[in-house]
């Protein structure tokens, strides 16, 4: 029997995981039997949990080379599909329903750690680049892809409106990618460049939705195409998905501060209940259910919350798993032969719009702001990441019947391996060698200390100094203002409950908690 690459493989994953001591022929048989299967109902939990943490133990390795995580599930997903080991997922409706549930999470949790006061001085910038620069992009890469179609070199023969459809779909920055990799790699940017990029990946994607639709609906039409109807619906859903999804926010905070629940637990899921609640709604009204659910999670994630500590640990943890799962689940459905055909229009597209389309748009957008230097410009247009959601939009052709849908779905899914592995893996470095790398905003306490939110404007820590020892090393010796309390002293990596007779020294970390009717006297 012939041991193929692909046994040699997973003969090595088991035993490094589990230590098993298979031969390769015993392990080819075993193979066969886990892997040469469908998904069913049967084993669509064990075959999904194992990926899962088959993506945990890959995403660690990966971290230390600074290789993109999401990158490594999506690789993932194709390494155990049909043309790899063997699972059989072609539904592009069930991806994309999977797509649409996770990117609504995705988006409330992005505009739920996205503060009011990071975002006001850029909120200009970053909604014209989620909206001008949205279509400016699609219609510079729509017009490159028709003219390379036209190309008699390239075996790719697309009409204008197909050529801008396909563009339209890759318009937007992918708000997973650009979260992940800001947050994961700890990125710290000058002028404001992160809540820039933060801004306009989550609420882009709106823009980039409704002309996708738009465009499919043109291609499948029978009618004539009217220009008015398309401003028309574009407004609508614009107007509804911010009305909508202002309503649900206060909706939601005003549930969870006064409904009393008698288990904590229960109000993450009230949380995530009310997410899907304003998507599902804003999309029946004709709204656009994920500005909708961008625009609350703004609202919940600046108003006073009860619980917070407990809702924001249960949102990163799911989603987490929603972005390994949603990217797993496309990396099952394409198949990497069928990319072959399509790989040299694929390139050119994805080097057409790293290196002209995104730099061309995002300086026409920030020529007013001026604040913005010309390397913060540049590297703006290097974040320009495709991930998820242009292969999920990519699929809405598929189920509209578009003619050379599959053609469009594999050139999107090679460019955004493209991105991820090439603008994914350089952000860092690019942030450094233009100069905007800074230390990360430190977060919390050194004290891990979590109270409730109506007093988090008034707890503050105090590093001693030795000035402010000279009239004794005693607690009760030191000058503390009225109504301040001292809770907790940290000494190296010590935790001190404090008294009047507590000697300190130079050095300590002191967490105080200070009445606010008392602050300022």
Request: some cysteine; hydrophobic content about 50%; proline content about 4%.
């Amino acid at each position: 029997m012939i041991f193929s690459i692909f046994d040699y493989l997973c003969y090595r994953v088991f035993r490094v995981i589990a230590v098993v001591p298979y031969g390769k022929h015993d392990f080819t048989f075993i193979y066969s039997i886990l892997f040469m299967l469908t998904f069913t109902t049967e084993n669509i939990f064990l075959l999904g949990s194992f990926l899962v943490l088959v993506s945990i133990f890959i995403s660690k390795t990966g971290y230390r080379f600074g290789i993109p995580t999401l990158l490594l599930f999506l690789f993932t997903g194709m390494f155990f599909g049909d043309e790899g080991l063997g699972l059989h997922f072609d539904s592009p409706k069930d991806a994309q329903f999977i797509g649409m549930m996770a990117l609504s999470v995705i988006l409330f949790a992005g505009g739920m750690d996205t503060k009011y006061k990071d975002i006001k001085p850029i909120v200009g910038p970053g909604v014209i680049l989620a909206t001008l620069g949205v279509v400016l992009t699609t219609a510079f890469t729509g017009l490159f892809i028709y003219g390379i179609s036209r190309w008699s070199a390239m075996d790719v023969g697309l009409s204008l409106v197909v050529s801008m459809l396909l563009a339209a779909t890759m318009s937007s920055t992918d708000s997973a990618s650009v979260f992940n990799l800001l947050r994961t790699q700890e990125i710290g940017l000058k002028h404001n460049l992160r809540p820039v990029l933060e801004l306009e990946s989550g609420s882009n994607d709106p823009m980039a939705y409704m002309l996708t639709i738009a465009l499919v609906e043109i291609v499948t039409s029978t009618t004539d195409f009217s220009f008015g109807g398309l401003i028309f619906n574009l407004a609508e859903q614009f107007v509804l998905g911010m009305a909508l999804g202002y309503a649900a926010g206060r909706l939601t905070v005003l549930l969870i501060n006064r409904i009393n629940l008698p288990n904590a637990a229960l109000y993450p899921v009230l949380l995530l209940s009310m997410v899907f609640i304003t998507f599902t709604s804003t999309d029946l009204l004709h709204g656009n259910g994920y500005l909708a659910v961008y625009i609350a999670g703004l609202v919940v994630g600046n108003s006073r919350l009860s619980y917070r500590r407990e809702m924001s640990t249960f949102l990163d943890g799911l989603t987490w798993l929603l972005q390994i799962v949603l990217f797993l689940t496309l990396g099952l459905l394409v198949n990497p032969s069928e990319m072959v055909g399509v790989s040299l229009v694929a390139l050119a597209v994805g080097v057409f719009m790293i290196l002209v389309a995104r730099p061309l748009s995002v300086f026409l957008c920030l020529l007013p702001f001026r604040k913005i230097p010309t390397r913060g410009k540049v590297f703006v247009s290097w974040v320009g990441l495709r991930g998820a959601v242009p292969i999920i939009f990519a699929t809405y052709p598929l189920l509209s019947g578009v003619e050379g849908a599959n053609i469009l779905f594999n050139i999107v899914f090679f460019i955004t391996l493209v991105s991820l592995i090439v603008q994914g893996s350089t952000i860092s470095f690019v942030a450094r060698k233009l100069h905007l790398d800074m230390p990360v905003e430190k977060t919390g306490n050194e004290f891990g200390v979590e109270i409730p939110e109506e007093l988090g404007p008034n707890l503050n820590e105090v590093v001693l100094t030795q000035d402010m020892l000279t009239n004794g090393n005693l607690l009760s010796q030191m000058d503390i203002p009225k109504g301040t309390l001292v809770m907790m002293v940290k000494r190296g990596k010590t935790i001190l409950v404090p008294n009047g007779q507590l000697p300190m020294e130079e050095g300590d970390i002191l967490l105080c908690l200070t009445n606010s009717e008392e602050d300022g006297k």
